[in-house]
C-alpha cells in the first residue's frame, strides 16, 4: 500500500508559476511509474504528465507541452510538477497517481494508488 500526499496547489495569476509536490510513503517509491491528473468542475479526470520510474521517460498531455515539467527525486520519495506560464483553463485540483508495474500511462486506470488532490487556482 502507498501513501501519496500532494501539495503546493494555490491561488496565481495567469501567467504565474507553482511547483506541485507528491511525497510517497514506503520503500517502494522507486519502481513506480507516477502521474499527474487533473480534475475541473464539471469535467472528468484528465492526464497531465507521467514519468518512467527512473526518470528516464516523461509524457505530457498536449494542452501542457513546453509549459509543465514532472520530475521526481527517488531518494526523498518525491514527485514534482513544475508549473509554468500557467492559463486560467489549468485551475482544477490535481493528483499525483502511483503505477505498480512501473509503466508510464496517459489513462488513469493505469494507476493503483491517488492523492487526495490539490487545488490549483489561476485568476485571469
Known amino acids: 500500500q502507498v501513501q501519496l500526499v500532494e501539495s503546493g496547489g494555490g491561488l496565481v495569476q495567469a501567467g504565474g508559476s507553482l511547483r506541485l509536490s507528491c511525497v510517497a510513503s514506503g520503500r517502494t517509491f522507486s519502481r513506480y511509474a507516477m502521474g499527474w491528473f487533473r480534475q475541473a468542475p464539471g469535467k472528468e479526470r484528465e492526464f497531465v504528465a507521467t514519468?518512467?520510474?527512473?526518470?528516464?521517460?516523461?509524457y505530457y498531455a498536449d494542452s501542457v507541452k513546453g509549459r509543465f515539467t514532472i520530475s521526481r527525486d527517488n531518494p526523498k520519495n518525491a514527485l514534482y510538477l513544475q508549473m509554468n506560464s500557467l492559463k486560467p483553463e489549468d485551475t482544477a485540483v490535481y493528483y499525483c497517481?502511483?503505477?505498480?508495474?512501473?509503466?508510464?500511462?496517459?489513462?488513469?486506470?493505469?494507476?493503483?494508488?491517488w492523492g487526495q488532490g490539490t487545488q490549483v487556482t489561476v485568476s485571469s
Open positions: 514519468i518512467s520510474p527512473i526518470g528516464a521517460r516523461t
Open positions: 497517481a502511483a503505477a505498480k508495474d512501473s509503466r508510464p500511462a496517459d489513462y488513469a486506470s493505469g494507476y493503483d494508488y
